[in-house]
Nanobody, 117 residues
Framework: QVQLVESGGDLVQPGGSLRLSCTSS????????FAWYRQAPGNERELVAE???????NYGDSVKGRFTITKDNAENTIHLQMNSVKPKDTAVYYC???????????WGQGTQVTVSS
């Protein structure tokens, strides 16, 4: 199992920026697809951004152009750069890791992001 730990969640004003981090064990780090999901009260968990083992990225429509997902192979860390945040971005953000179609996904415990004045 992959152990994932999210950090960086905070209270931020609309229009501000945050950088979330997800640290993982180094074993086969480069083989995984990583993703950020989020879940707000009353809503289903939704995909925010993902990055494949080859570096291909995919973003949810609501964050495209504002958020960027990156990998730091040396630090075994996934980042989510959140710019121009909006109140609707308020949610618990979860890190996800998946090795392939025949493997179950691993999840972190989540980090709270609150966008408010």
């Amino acid at each position: 199992q992959v152990q994932l730990v999210e950090s960086g969640g905070d209270l931020v004003q609309p229009g501000g920026s945050l950088r979330l981090s997800c640290t993982s064990s180094p074993t086969r780090f480069s083989f995984y697809t990583f993703a950020w999901y989020r879940q707000a009260p009353g809503n289903e968990r939704e995909l925010v951004a993902e990055i494949s083992a080859t570096g291909k990225t995919n973003y949810g429509d609501s964050v495209k152009g504002r958020f960027t997902i990156t990998k730091d192979n040396a630090e075994n860390t996934i980042h989510l750069q959140m710019n121009s945040v909006k109140p609707k971005d308020t949610a618990v953000y979860y890190c996800n890791a998946k090795l392939g179609p025949f493997h179950s996904a691993s999840w972190g415990q989540g980090t709270q992001v609150t966008v408010s004045s």
